[in-house]
C-alpha cells in the first residue's frame, strides 16, 4: 500500500519536509538541493505547529494499517485460493519507507505481490514517484527477484470508491438542517500540482474530474458544486482554481453553506484535519460563510474497507498486469525512470502467475 506518508511525531517533520523537496519526481526547483533543503528547513516550525495542532503526528499511519487489516480479512474470504493476503506499508517521505516493506515482505516469505497505490488518481508526481521508488528499492535491497509483480495504479472511478465517496457527502450533507441543505455549494478540493507537470501531459486534471463526475452522478447530487486544488507550496506556479480563492469569492457572493469533499485523498491527515477544518475554516467564518463544513474522509467507512479489497481482487482476477494506461508516459517527460517495470511481472495475474522479463527500465 503506497503513499506519500506523513510525520508520526513531531520530530520527523524536518526530516519529511527534506526528503520531499529533495524528490524531483513530485517538484522541480531550481538549484534543488539547495533551495529544496532551505525550504524544508523554514518550512518545518510552521508545519511542526500544525502537526501539534491536530494531535502530534499525521493519523495516515494509522489509517493505512487499519484499512490493511480489513482489506485482508475481505480478501481472505472473496479470495481463498489466494490466501492468506498481506499487506505491507510503503511511504515515500516517512517510515516504513519501500526498502522496509520489501525486506519485510521477503522475510514472510511472500512471493507474489500487487503494488496498490492509496492515491486514486494517476499523477506521475504522487504514485509515479512511488513506484520509481519501489522499483529502485528492489535494486538497494537485492531483492529483484523475489517477488512477481503486478501494479493497481488507478482507481478513481472504481464503483466501490465512487459508491464510498457519494455515501461520505451524503453523510456531509446531513450536518446540515433541512431548510439549509438544497443551499449547500459542493466544493470537492483536490491537492493541487505544479503547472510544470500538468505541462507534461499529466493524467491528475482528467482523473480528478472523472473522479467527481462519477461521484455526482452516484450521490444524485441536486446541489451545486464545483472543483478547486488546495495545499500549493514552495515558489512554482501551481494549478488552480485555488480552494481558498474560491472560499473567497463565493463568500464575496453570500454563499453561507459550502460543504468541502476532499476527492484525492482516502484518510485524514494535515490537508483535511488542519489545512480545510482548521486554516480554511477560520477563513470562511470570518468573511460570515456561516455553514462551512467537510465531509467525513473515507478512513474505515465500511463501503471504503469493501471497496479496497474489491479493487484488489478484480484486479487479481483480470490478469492484468498494469493499467492500459500505465505505459502512457507523459509526451513531455524527461525522467528515463518513468513507467519502468521490475523484472518480474505477471502476465496472468496471480491465480495463474507465469513470468515475463522487464519490457523496458
Ligand atoms: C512540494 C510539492 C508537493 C506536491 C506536488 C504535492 C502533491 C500531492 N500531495 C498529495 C498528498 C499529500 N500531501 C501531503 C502533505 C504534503 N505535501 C507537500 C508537498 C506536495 N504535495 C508537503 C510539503 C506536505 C507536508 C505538509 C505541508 O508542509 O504543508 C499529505 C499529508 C501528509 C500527512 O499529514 O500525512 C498527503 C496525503 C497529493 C494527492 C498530491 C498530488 C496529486
Ligand atoms: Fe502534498
Ligand atoms: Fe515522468
Not at 44 to 67: E, F, H, N
Amino acid at each position: 500500500m503506497m503513499n506519500l506518508g506523513g510525520p508520526a511525531t513531531l520530530d520527523e517533520v524536518e526530516p519529511f519536509l527534506l526528503r520531499l523537496f529533495a524528490d524531483k519526481e513530485i517538484i522541480q526547483l531550481p538549484w534543488q538541493d539547495v533551495l529544496g533543503k532551505f525550504i524544508a528547513t523554514r518550512r518545518a516550525p510552521k508545519v511542526r505547529k500544525l502537526y501539534d495542532a491536530i494531535g502530534g503526528g499525521s493519523p495516515i499511519l494509522t489509517w493505512t494499517k487499519a484499512q490493511g487489516d480489513a482489506m485482508c480479512a475481505r480478501l481472505d474470504e472473496m479470495s481463498p485460493d489466494t490466501a492468506p493476503h498481506k499487506f505491507y506499508v510503503s511511504f515515500r517521505y516517512t517510515a516504513p519507507f519501500a526498502d522496509d516493506a520489501l525486506k519485510a515482505m521477503k522475510a514472510d516469505g511472500i512471493t507474489r505481490a500487487v503494488a496498490f497505490t492509496q492515491y486514486p488518481q494517476w499523477s506521475c508526481s504522487t504514485t509515479g514517484s512511488s513506484l520509481n521508488d519501489l522499483w529502485r528499492a528492489l535494486d538497494r535491497t537485492g531483492l529483484q527477484d523475489a517477488f512477481t509483480w503486478s501494479i493497481i495504479d488507478r482507481w478513481g472511478e472504481h464503483e466501490g470508491f465512487v459508491r464510498s465517496m457519494a455515501s461520505a457527502i451524503d453523510d456531509g450533507l446531513d450536518q446540515y438542517a433541512d431548510h439549509e441543505r438544497d443551499d449547500v455549494l459542493v466544493l470537492f478540493s483536490a491537492h493541487s500540482l505544479p503547472l510544470k507537470v500538468i505541462d507534461r501531459g499529466d493524467a491528475y486534471p482528467a482523473e480528478i474530474a472523472a473522479s467527481v463526475s462519477r461521484v455526482v452522478q452516484a450521490a444524485e447530487l441536486r446541489n451545486p458544486y464545483m472543483l478547486s486544488f488546495q495545499s500549493e507550496v514552495g515558489p512554482v506556479r501551481w494549478l488552480g482554481p485555488s480552494t481558498e480563492t474560491m472560499i473567497k469569492q463565493l463568500a464575496a457572493r453570500g454563499q453561507k453553506n459550502v460543504l468541502v469533499v476532499p476527492i484525492a485523498f482516502t484518510s485524514d491527515h494535515i490537508e483535511t484535519l488542519s489545512e480545510i477544518d482548521i486554516e480554511y475554516g477560520e477563513l470562511a467564518h470570518s468573511l460570515g460563510m456561516t455553514g462551512f463544513k467537510r465531509a467525513p474522509s473515507l478512513n474505515a467507512r465500511t463501503e471504503f474497507l469493501d471497496a479496497l479489497a474489491d479493487i484488489v481482487n478484480g484486479h487479481l482476477e483480470s490478469g492484468q498486469p498494469h493499467s492500459t494506461q500505465y505505459k502512457q508516459n507523459c509526451p513531455g517527460c524527461t525522467n528515463a525512470a518513468c513507467r519502468g517495470l521490475p523484472s518480474k511481472m505477471t502476465t496472468q495475474g496471480t491465480r495463474d502467475v507465469s513470468v515475463e522479463s522487464a519490457a523496458s527500465r
